[in-house]
């Protein structure tokens, strides 16, 4: 989930993937009764149940028990006849959430189903993905333990999330409404109590509002959970369901009684940072997301389906290839198959109205700044940045290589091998070479096993009709597959194919009239140090660490950093860097409530004398937002008016005049 703005904004929030990293060895047959009771006015989430297991040899001795810090410590009893706790000692999760760790008196007879009872009030103290109002409720089950979670050993020692089955029954009063995602659900007791049946084992993830339900049947039936009977859930679950046709067509079959789309407030994602969220059968999505529909958001939230749903990752190594970088590429083919004329932004620069940054120019900025790792070896704190920018046009590079369709068929025959079992890195690359019917170390050495892009320089002459052209590497040496575009002074243009296979390389191609211009790659299909994107990304380097500060939730640390650069001054700032780093410091501010000193540099942004494009209309939309809440009329109606034209002038990317419509 993402792992993201509302994820069609530029408002540092990042998407999520509620996904288990790493395969397995789960308790078996675990299985949940749990009963929650739900009170959003009053703050109230109280939750009891049982749930029980097969003890398996890992389990015998003790087993651990994840939950979040409750309003006062839980009740966690065994309920199994002729089992006893000798002690129950407790630590603190990495992510906050309370461990406990129960030793028995003795041994437990290994097959035998183990029970414990548990009951507690959870509160409304907010941790990642759990939140509560009084208007919405989330409850997510990866990132926040709201239900007794019992954990499993992975291969790599640690204790990870264990899936499981069961009930759970939730009671609500009118007009809320729960959503549970891939289960079967049965309502009763004048619609208060709703029960989910989850019959194939999964992470719990529990979403409240007053929902309005809206359905579009397809080959997976399609259900939209909006909080305003405005938005049309149907178009959007339409859309959605062909989007999900095309992949199921790419990846293979999926194994889900039905889909959600989960909508929930704005206001949320930006206190959280939470953009949206991909778990089995669901997808959860900030309002404005839903205001608009964005191929390239939906491709890549549907794609994790199969890429860290269905087919889990087993190690470290690859894990976020396996899953964010597969998810993008699925975005990017869904992209090539519904809107291709933008398929090369979204590789060069970004698709319009998704996360800019999850693009080439995205993942130069970055390494421009120092933050790079080989796709092999990236981890949840590097697997967004470099894996949804970088990893996905080299999985497209590698599809290419290969042949589409040949790719695609390893993939599906890796979901029909690995869905049980989980999928390791190495497995991963063998069946390529399977599917391929030869090696692709090469390809493997150069691109996963190293950080970096291609960097070259080229010079020309033509010499009758034929073009002498020079390539020459200037960092790393790759194989590479490559395009030439050719410009005659007649204004014709032709496209020819090469492949560069040493740092120097010389070719000679047919012309046919005179040549005035010569472009390499000029689709961008190759990511690569750009003659023209290379010196903007070295000049917004800046503000790449401040935001990789911002997402690593260190707002002190960002803000310290952005100031830092302002002070030192910029005699010359071409791309905008000091109006970047002004927003930037004024979002800082505003999410720390302090609305004046954000206003002051939101104003003191826009008096820079270069303005970055795909920040400016958001510049006039903040300030607006605070103007509403100042209750200033008149600075109110200047800013709706300007984040509306600022929009028109980058051909409408952020929807301003939907947004500042639900402002008035």
Same mark, same amino acid.
């Given at each position: 989930?993402?792992?993201?703005?509302?994820?069609?904004?530029?408002?540092?929030?990042?998407?999520?993937?509620?996904?288990?990293?790493?395969?397995?060895?789960?308790?078996?047959?675990?299985?949940?009764?749990?009963?929650?009771?739900?009170?959003?006015?009053?703050?109230?989430?109280?939750?009891?149940?049982?749930?029980?297991?097969?003890?398996?040899?890992?389990?015998?001795?003790?087993?651990?028990?994840?939950?979040?810090?409750?309003?006062?410590?839980?009740?966690?009893?065994?309920?199994?006849?002729?089992?006893?706790?000798?002690?129950?000692?407790?630590?603190?999760?990495?992510?906050?959430?309370?461990?406990?760790?129960?030793?028995?008196?003795?041994?437990?007879?290994?097959?035998?189903?183990?029970?414990?009872?548990?009951?507690?009030?959870?509160?409304?103290?907010?941790?990642?993905?759990?939140?509560?109002?009084?208007?919405?409720?989330?409850?997510?089950?990866?990132?926040?333990?709201?239900?007794?979670?019992?954990?499993?050993?992975?291969?790599?020692?640690?204790?990870?999330?264990?899936?499981?089955?069961?009930?759970?029954?939730?009671?609500?009063?009118?007009?809320?409404?729960?959503?549970?995602?891939?289960?079967?659900?049965?309502?009763?007791?004048?619609?208060?109590?709703?029960?989910?049946?989850?019959?194939?084992?999964?992470?719990?993830?529990?979403?409240?509002?007053?929902?309005?339900?809206?359905?579009?049947?397809?080959?997976?039936?399609?259900?939209?959970?909006?909080?305003?009977?405005?938005?049309?859930?149907?178009?959007?679950?339409?859309?959605?369901?062909?989007?999900?046709?095309?992949?199921?067509?790419?990846?293979?079959?999926?194994?889900?009684?039905?889909?959600?789309?989960?909508?929930?407030?704005?206001?949320?994602?930006?206190?959280?940072?939470?953009?949206?969220?991909?778990?089995?059968?669901?997808?959860?999505?900030?309002?404005?997301?839903?205001?608009?529909?964005?191929?390239?958001?939906?491709?890549?939230?549907?794609?994790?389906?199969?890429?860290?749903?269905?087919?889990?990752?087993?190690?470290?190594?690859?894990?976020?290839?396996?899953?964010?970088?597969? %998810?993008?590429? =699925? $975005? /990017? &083919?869904?992209?090539?198959?519904?809107?291709?004329? @933008? !398929?090369?932004?979204?590789?060069?620069?970004?698709?319009?109205?998704?996360?800019?940054?999850?693009?080439?120019?995205?993942?130069?900025?970055?390494?421009?700044?120092?933050?790079?790792?080989?796709?092999?070896?990236?981890?949840?704190?590097?697997?967004?940045?470099?894996?949804?920018?970088?990893?996905?046009?080299?999985?497209?590079?590698?599809?290419?290589?290969?042949?589409?369709?040949?790719?695609?068929?390893?993939?599906?025959?890796?979901?029909?091998?690995?869905?049980?079992?989980?999928?390791?890195?190495?497995?991963?690359?063998?069946?390529?070479?399977? %599917?391929?019917? =030869? $090696? /692709? &170390?090469?390809?493997?050495?150069?691109?996963?096993? @190293? !950080?970096?892009?291609?960097?070259?320089?080229?010079?020309?002459?033509?010499?009758?009709?034929?073009?002498?052209?020079?390539?020459?590497?200037?960092?790393?040496?790759?194989?590479?597959?490559?395009?030439?575009?050719?410009?005659?002074?007649?204004?014709?243009?032709?496209?020819?194919?090469?492949?560069?296979?040493?740092?120097?390389?010389?070719?000679?191609?047919?012309?046919?009239?005179?040549?005035?211009?010569?472009?390499?790659?000029?689709?961008?299909?190759?990511?690569?140090?750009?003659?023209?994107?290379?010196?903007?990304?070295?000049?917004?380097?800046?503000?790449?660490?401040?935001?990789?500060?911002?997402?690593?939730?260190?707002?002190?640390?960002?803000?310290?950093?952005?100031?830092?650069?302002?002070?030192?001054?910029?005699?010359?700032?071409?791309?905008?860097?000091?109006?970047?780093?002004?927003?930037?410091?004024?979002?800082?501010?505003?999410?720390?409530?302090?609305?004046?000193?954000?206003?002051?540099?939101?104003?003191?942004?826009?008096?820079?004398?270069?303005?970055?494009?795909?920040?400016?209309?958001?510049?006039?939309?903040?300030?607006?937002?605070?103007?509403?809440?100042?209750?200033?009329?008149?600075?109110?109606?200047?800013?709706?008016?300007?984040?509306?034209?600022?929009?028109?002038?980058?051909?409408?990317?952020?929807?301003?005049?939907?947004?500042?419509?639900?402002?008035?």
């Amino acid at each position: 989930m993402k792992p993201v703005r509302p994820a069609t904004a530029i408002v540092f929030t990042w998407c999520i993937i509620i996904l288990c990293p790493f395969f397995l060895r789960a308790q078996d047959q675990l299985q949940y009764d749990l009963q929650v009771n739900a009170d959003l006015p009053a703050r109230k989430f109280s939750v009891q149940g049982t749930l029980s297991f097969l003890v398996t040899a890992n389990a015998a001795d003790s087993v651990v028990i994840m939950l979040s810090k409750c309003t006062a410590p839980p009740s966690i009893q065994v309920r199994t006849p002729g089992v006893r706790m000798a002690r129950m000692d407790t630590s603190v999760s990495r992510g906050g959430d309370m461990l406990y760790h129960i030793q028995f008196a003795k041994p437990v007879q290994a097959g035998s189903r183990l029970e414990f009872a548990y009951a507690y009030e959870r509160g409304a103290a907010p941790t990642f993905q759990y939140y509560i109002d009084s208007t919405f409720c989330m409850a997510g089950g990866y990132g926040s333990a709201w239900y007794p979670q019992v954990m499993s050993p992975a291969e790599d020692g640690s204790s990870k999330y264990t899936r499981a089955s069961g009930n759970i029954r939730v009671t609500v009063p009118p007009p809320y409404m729960p959503v549970m995602a891939a289960s079967k659900l049965e309502t009763g007791n004048n619609g208060k109590t709703y029960t989910f049946r989850y019959t194939v084992p999964d992470i719990f993830s529990l979403y409240i509002a007053p929902y309005h339900r809206q359905e579009v049947k397809g080959r997976v039936p399609f259900y939209c959970f909006t909080l305003s009977k405005e938005t049309d859930g149907a178009a959007i679950s339409a859309k959605a369901s062909q989007v999900l046709d095309h992949l199921l067509g790419l990846f293979g079959p999926l194994s889900i009684p039905n889909f959600s789309i989960i909508e929930f407030p704005d206001a949320v994602s930006e206190k959280t940072g939470i953009g949206g969220a991909s778990l089995m059968g669901g997808i959860l999505m900030p309002a404005n997301a839903l205001k608009r529909f964005n191929y390239a958001l939906f491709g890549h939230e549907l794609a994790h389906q199969w890429w860290g749903n269905k087919v889990l990752s087993r190690g470290d190594e690859g894990a976020q290839m396996l899953s964010e970088g597969l %998810a993008q590429y =699925g $975005s /990017l &083919q869904v992209v090539e198959a519904f809107d291709s004329s @933008r !398929a090369i932004l979204y590789r060069k620069t970004g698709y319009p109205g998704y996360i800019p940054d999850q693009s080439g120019f995205g993942y130069l900025k970055n390494a421009a700044a120092g933050i790079d790792a080989p796709l092999h070896a990236l981890t949840a704190e590097n697997g967004h940045t470099i894996g949804d920018s970088k990893g996905f046009m080299v999985l497209e590079l590698l599809a290419n290589t290969i042949g589409k369709d040949t790719f695609h068929r390893a993939l599906q025959t890796i979901g029909d091998k690995y869905s049980h079992s989980g999928l390791s890195w190495d497995q991963f690359l063998r069946e390529l070479e399977t %599917a391929h019917g =030869g $090696s /692709l &170390q090469w390809f493997y050495e150069q691109w996963f096993n @190293r !950080a970096g892009a291609p960097a070259w320089e080229t010079a020309w002459q033509q010499q009758g009709q034929e073009l002498l052209l020079t390539l020459t590497q200037t960092d790393s040496v790759y194989r590479l597959p490559l395009e030439v575009a050719i410009t005659y002074a007649n204004g014709d243009q032709s496209l020819q194919r090469i492949n560069i296979t040493a740092r120097v390389q010389q070719l000679s191609l047919p012309v046919t009239a005179k040549v005035t211009g010569v472009k390499i790659d000029p689709y961008f299909k190759v990511i690569h140090w750009d003659e023209e994107l290379a010196p903007k990304a070295r000049a917004m380097s800046k503000v790449q660490r401040v935001f990789q500060l911002r997402i690593a939730q260190k707002p002190d640390e960002a803000e310290k950093l952005a100031l830092s650069y302002l002070a030192e001054g910029f005699p010359e700032d071409p791309y905008g860097v000091e109006f970047s780093l002004l927003y930037t410091v004024a979002r800082l501010k505003a999410m720390k409530g302090e609305e004046d000193a954000a206003l002051m540099y939101f104003q003191k942004a826009l008096q820079c004398s270069t303005r970055a494009s795909d920040l400016l209309a958001y510049t006039y939309y903040r300030i607006a937002q605070i103007a509403k809440r100042k209750k200033d009329d008149v600075l109110f109606q200047w800013a709706c008016v300007n984040a509306v034209k600022a929009d028109e002038l980058n051909e409408g990317k952020d929807d301003m005049k939907g947004m500042v419509r639900l402002l008035n």
